[in-house]
């Protein structure tokens, strides 16, 4: 950790074992200061397009869509750092009382605490991990924010935040810094600022001074960050040479990091892996808040049940050609005979045994298994899933399956006629190398097992290419 800043100085970022913000990218503002709610994801400037988006639309008291984020719950990642690698104390739950829509257009992430004094808030990250700039163009990642209304006392330990992880971090939880964190927004203590941060390299020390990372920050234009709705953006932009990182409030740059600050192998490592998932929380005391108030906090003064609400969230990108594979190879299964972690990625076309299977290059870097129809089926042997078992599973899949196409990605165990374990259905995501991680439930399972995906559908033809799948506890 950082050592506890001053509180009369601007405090540096703390180290964010899994950080922060999103990517984005733009030279122009999409949005200004603006007080009220509601607001619709800004459609693409000319010479833009809209990559992602969630308006938070839900009905009231709704959890946010699982097609598009996955709940973190506990005090860490399974084998990750304790109290999320920051110092944070709350327990994050996956509770509608910490986190729901607000049936106004707004997602709702609120700490509370309880009888006994201890905190639970909420933490959610996207499902889709591959948000990078492509090559020689742009990536913006945009929110429409307001801060939990708060300040002063009854505002010690709230950290609200913003921001995005590199994807090799899934599954690894000992790779940080190096595959890159960016947080657009983070703010503490109820204070009227916005925190843009880089974190990189290694640490402690490196080319991001880590634990601190390369930050900057200012005061909200107009209304101050917590009375109001304001737009927290950050750039990529691999248009220019040397690139450039670059982060806004409500269109006005603040903070600008290059390439060239940053050199080699720090800006590889954060910029050649398969790109970043994007995070939303509101942590309780740790490192940051800490640090700035020169003290332990919450404190007994701080006051629970102040939101932080989310109008939107959006990503876009301009110019380029199409993303290039990562440079970086992808993650290996072990050879035949060896056991593999049920917990790592397991790569797809590293089966044992296979039916109706074809392999083929994957636009993500590697290769993925392809042509998969109704009856097909891949075999690996010797995964272990340890004595707790798995939560649910995920796969990375593409289709350019026909109008009406679709059909069922099923996990069995030890035979490919066992009943499934667990599934999800998939259909047409915009052609067979447009990827998109999908999760499915699945009953428990403990120990070591050979491990089936089968392919189900009512139609003959191709539905689905799978790239590698994972499970989670």
């Known amino acids: ?78 084998g990750g750092p304790a109290n999320w690698g920051t110092g944070e104390i709350q327990n994050y739950t996956a509770s509608t009382a910490n986190v729901s829509h607000d049936g106004g257009g707004n997602l709702r992430i609120t700490p509370l605490r309880d009888g006994g004094g201890g ?49 090799p971090y899934r599954g690894n939880y ?18 009227n600022s916005v925190w843009g941060v880089l974190h990189c390299g290694v640490a402690p020390g490196g080319p991001c001074d880590e634990f601190n990372g390369i930050g900057a920050s200012r005061a909200c234009p107009g209304a101050s960050c917590q009375s109001a709705f304001h737009t927290y953006r950050f750039e990529w932009d691999a248009s220019i040479s040397p690139q450039q990182l670059r982060w806004y409030v409500d269109g006005q740059l603040y903070h600008t990091v290059t390439q060239s600050r940053v050199g080699e192998p720090a800006w590889s490592q954060m910029t050649s892996h398969a ?37 939107y969230v959006a990503v876009y990108r301009r110019g ?25 990625q397991i790569q797809a076309e590293a089966f044992n045994g296979q039916n109706g299977v074809l392999v083929e290059a ?62 999800f259905a998939i259909g047409n995501t915009g052609g067979w190398q447009s990827w998109r991680s999908v999760p499915g439930n699945v009953s428990g399972v403990t120990g070591r097992h050979t491990v089936y995906l089968t392919f189900t559908s009512g139609q003959p033809n191709d539905f689905v290419n799978v790239n590698w799948f994972t499970f989670r506890r």
């Open 1 to 78: 950790m950082s050592p506890p800043p001053a509180a009369t100085a601007a405090p540096p970022v703390r180290r964010r074992v899994l950080a922060s913000v999103l990517l984005v990218a733009t030279t122009t503002a999409l949005a200004g200061v603006t007080v009220t709610a509601q607001a619709a994801v800004p459609p693409p400037p000319a010479g833009w397009s809209t990559v992602w988006s969630d308006d938070f639309t839900g009905a009231a008291g709704t959890l946010p869509s699982a097609a598009n984020w996955i709940i973190d719950t506990g005090h860490n990642y399974p």
């Open 119 to 167: 905190w639970t808030s909420a933490r959610i990250e996207t499902v889709r991990s591959d948000f990078k700039a492509p090559a020689g163009g742009v990536l913006a990642i945009e929110g429409r924010i307001q801060m939990p209304n708060v300040t002063g006392a009854a505002a010690a330990g709230y950290w609200p935040a913003f921001w995005a992880l590199g994807a």
């Open 174 to 191: 000992q790779n940080w810094p190096g595959i890159g964190e960016f947080d657009v927004m983070e703010n503490v203590n109820g204070i």
């Open 320 to 344: 380029g050609g199409t993303t290039p594979p990562p440079t970086t190879p992808p993650p290996t299964s072990p050879p035949p005979g060896g056991t593999r972690d049920a917990y790592g």
């Open 362 to 423: 994957c636009a993500e870097g590697g290769q993925n298994i392809a042509a998969l129809r109704n009856g097909d089926w891949a075999r690996y042997d010797n995964v272990e899933f340890g004595s707790a078992g798995p939560r649910d599973f995920v796969a990375r899949v593409a289709s350019g399956a026909g109008s009406g196409a679709s059909g069922l990605v099923e996990v069995r165990l030890d035979s490919q006629t066992a009943a499934p374990i667990g599934s």
């Open 275 to 311: 790109g970043y998932f994007l995070l939303l929380n509101v942590a309780m005391g740790g490192a940051f808040p800490n640090g700035v108030a020169g003290g332990g906090t919450p404190t007994a003064a701080t006051v629970p049940g102040r939101p932080m609400l989310v109008d």
